[in-house]
Every structure is written in structure tokens, then in C-alpha cells.
């Protein structure tokens, strides 16, 4: 299967010369995304490799040198170090990563969202127009758990992507939007919201070696109503039931800005002695996805696992370590998509889903202005999967 991938057609001349701009807090998912996009363009064989269209096309790295220095009072100003002129840009951007930090009047202040935001513009703004199509790359998108309005709200993301369209950003591709509908802000621009289900299998085979994947010994939950169709899709790929948990709220109450959550209650047919995989876009405090699991055990479920595709844990790390031990959670499936503590990955219930060879395929073939629709469809790849771990395949060699 991997190598049917790595070799993909692409016989179609470039779009321009490839330029990944991976900003500060996305290091080092850009450094893997390079690594494979350097092998990968050195291995492929072209008629057509020495002419014009192809000048550039095999790099010792796509990375572009890019610098995003401060003042003293904390502002700051985006410069790009080499020439961009007829690129195409791609640019990856970590608004999450709070990790960074920087001086503000001698104090030091940590990154927000709102700071890599505008980071990211700056960089935009450095390219002053001269490159042929700018693509950002925004795995978790800004300020989209602000989707819609309730009351007198602002709408950040909407307000985000008309900015990158108007600053000149050709396309915006996210992954596991908590609403794709945000995408209604910019109907005339490329916006691609990308699924990481193939991801969350391939890491859940490679590291549990005696799952049954039937209906009869293993089921998909959705913990809340907005997240049904990443559920629904899992299940029928994989072959499973399905069920979900709505969230019985006070409104007569506002606390942290929010209606308090009187009780998880669960549509779906039984789960006892079962295998639970509960499917979301982020673990945020996790609060939310413990109580669910919780239910799930009084119900008398088997072992839980948990895919979401970001792992934010802003309350840390401790109330996760006490469900493993007291067995409420068996495993615990995040993407790399984001920044990951260092003491995360050495968790026993953890497991990290490498997305950077997605994305390099994403970049790669979006580079020769290729279709990507058999990338954001998995199907074909999972049920692969599926099957040689049935055959017992994945125990003797990882999948790529």
C-alpha cells in the first residue's frame, strides 16, 4: 500500500517552485514534512525533470529561511530571507502552541492563538504578493469553536479566513473543523477540512495486537451530537454500530461562560463487552470525554479507547493518568498536528499519530496541481489496513 502511495502519478508540470514556510510553532512537523517531500522528489523519475517548468524541483530542503523577530514592547515584524517571487507557497501554521514565548518589556509572555494568528499574517505580508499561490496549512483552526452566534458574539473565524483571502492566501486547509460550515465566510476560496480516521486506525492496529473489529465485539461512540458524522463515517468504514451521547444542559445557569452539563445521556444499542472507540475533534480539559467514558463502564463496556484529533489537555495531564490506572481508559490516540507536551509521549495510555507524510502528500500533490480527493478518502486504505491486520500482517512489520 505505501508503495503504491509513494508512487503517485504526477507526470503534471509544476504549479511553481515548492516553498514551505513552517512558522515557529510548527517546526517540527515541518522538518518531517520535508524530510519526506526531499526523498520522495530525488527517487521520482521524470522525462521532464531537467526542463524549465521542473527548475528547483529536487531541493536538499523545501524550507524556506523565515524570521518573525521582536521589539522590546513585544510587537514584532515577519521577514523572509530569500527570494519568493513565482512560488508556490506553502505555509504551516500551530496557533495552539503555547510552549513559545517571548519578551514583552522584560517580562516573558507566552504565545495565544491570537499571537500566532498574526505571525502568520506577518509572513503573508512579507510575501508582498510575489508568489504564485499561497496554501496555509492551519491543522487546528483559529478560533473555530466560535461557530455560530448564540447572542451578541463576535465571529473570530469567520473573520480569520475573509483576512487570509483578502491578504491573498489562494487556499486554506485545516483538519476536523469543529463546523465546516465556517468555510459559508469564503465560498470563492479553496477550503479543505481533512479527516485523520485512516491515521487513528493505522495507530490503534499497530499498537493493540488482539482487537476484534466486528459489530458483535466493538462499537464507535460520538460523545456529543456535533461530532455524529466523523462517528458515523468511522463506523460504516470499519464496519460497526454506532452510538452517541447527548449533553442535558441547565440554561438557567451560565458558568465559565458556558450552560453546565447536567448529565451525558446515551442513544445506541448495548455496549456491554464491548471495545469502545469514542471519536472526537479535540480533548480540550476532558472533562466532557471522561464522564462519557465513565457512563460507558456502568454500562459495562469493555476497554475504551479515545481518537481525537487534537490533544490540547489544558487542565493537564494527571485526571487522565488516574482513569488509566483505574482502568476508565485504555488508550488514548492524539495527532501530532499540534504541539504535544514531552511528558505526553511517555505516557503508557498514549499513542501519537504521526500526520506529516499526509501532509507532504497533501503539499506534494497539490504542488503539480493534481486532484486530492483519493487522499481525503480513505476508504480504500482503511479497509486495506483492516484486512492484513485480520491476516495478522501488522504484527510482523508496521504499516507506513
Known amino acids: 500500500m505505501s508503495v503504491r502511495e509513494e508512487k503517485r502519478n504526477l507526470n503534471s508540470i509544476p504549479v511553481g517552485t515548492l516553498g514551505i514556510i513552517p512558522l515557529q510553532g510548527c517546526k517540527e512537523l515541518g522538518d518531517m514534512v520535508d524530510a519526506y517531500l526531499v526523498r520522495w522528489r530525488t527517487e521520482r523519475e ?23 523577530p521582536r521589539f522590546g514592547t513585544g510587537e514584532a515584524k515577519g521577514v523572509i530571507l530569500e527570494s519568493v517571487r513565482g512560488d508556490d507557497l506553502y505555509l504551516l501554521v500551530d496557533v495552539t502552541n503555547y510552549s513559545l514565548s517571548y519578551l514583552l518589556c522584560g517580562h516573558e509572555n507566552h504565545m495565544s492563538p491570537d499571537d500566532h494568528f498574526q505571525d502568520l499574517k506577518r509572513i ?29 458574539e463576535s465571529l473570530d473565524c469567520a473573520l480569520a479566513l475573509q483576512e487570509m483571502v483578502r491578504m491573498g492566501v489562494d487556499n486554506i486547509i485545516t483538519f476536523d473543523a469543529h463546523d465546516p460550515r465556517v468555510q459559508n465566510a469564503i465560498p470563492l476560496h479553496g477550503f479543505e477540512t481533512v479527516q485523520p480516521t485512516y491515521q487513528f486506525i493505522k495507530g490503534l492496529l499497530n499498537h493493540v495486537m488482539d482487537l476484534s473489529i466486528d459489530a458483535d465485539h466493538m462499537m464507535i461512540v460520538s460523545p456529543d451530537e456535533g461530532g455524529m458524522n466523523r462517528a458515523i463515517y468511522m463506523a460504516n468504514v470499519m464496519g460497526l454500530d454506532m452510538g452517541m451521547f447527548y449533553k442535558r444542559r441547565d440554561y438557567t445557569k451560565v458558568v ?3 450552560n453546565p452539563i447536567v448529565a451525558h445521556e446515551f442513544l445506541g444499542s448495548s455496549v456491554k463487552g464491548k471495545d469502545i472507540i469514542i471519536v472526537d475533534d479535540m480533548i480540550s480539559s476532558g ?54 507536551m514531552p511528558e505526553l509521549i511517555e505516557k503508557p495510555w498514549y499513542i501519537s499519530c504521526d500526520m506529516s507524510k499526509y501532509i507532504a502528500y497533501i503539499i506534494d500533490t497539490l504542488n503539480h496541481d493534481s486532484s486530492i480527493s483519493d487522499l481525503l478518502n480513505p476508504n480504500d486504505r482503511i479497509h486495506s489496513i483492516i484486512d492484513r491486520y485480520k491476516n495478522g500482517e501488522l504484527n510482523e512489520t508496521n504499516t507506513k
Open 256 to 258: 465559565d461562560g458556558r
Open 46 to 68: 521524470s522525462e521532464h525533470k531537467n526542463s524549465l517548468a521542473f527548475a528547483g524541483y529536487q531541493r536538499d530542503s523545501y524550507i524556506l529561511k523565515t524570521k518573525v
Open 124 to 152: 503573508i505580508a512579507a510575501v508582498g504578493g510575489k508568489a504564485r499561490r499561497i496554501t496555509v496549512i492551519m491543522p487546528f483552526l483559529y478560533e473555530s469553536r466560535q461557530h455560530k452566534r448564540n447572542a451578541r
Open 287 to 340: 472533562e466532557s470525554v471522561l464522564e462519557v467514558a465513565a457512563d460507558l463502564k456502568k454500562r459495562q463496556a469493555k476497554r475504551i479507547f479515545v481518537a481525537a484529533t487534537f490533544g490540547l489537555f489544558t487542565g493537564g495531564l494527571e485526571k487522565f493518568d488516574n482513569a488509566f490506572e483505574n482502568g476508565l481508559i485504555y488508550r488514548i490516540l492524539t495527532t501530532n498536528l499540534i504541539y504535544q
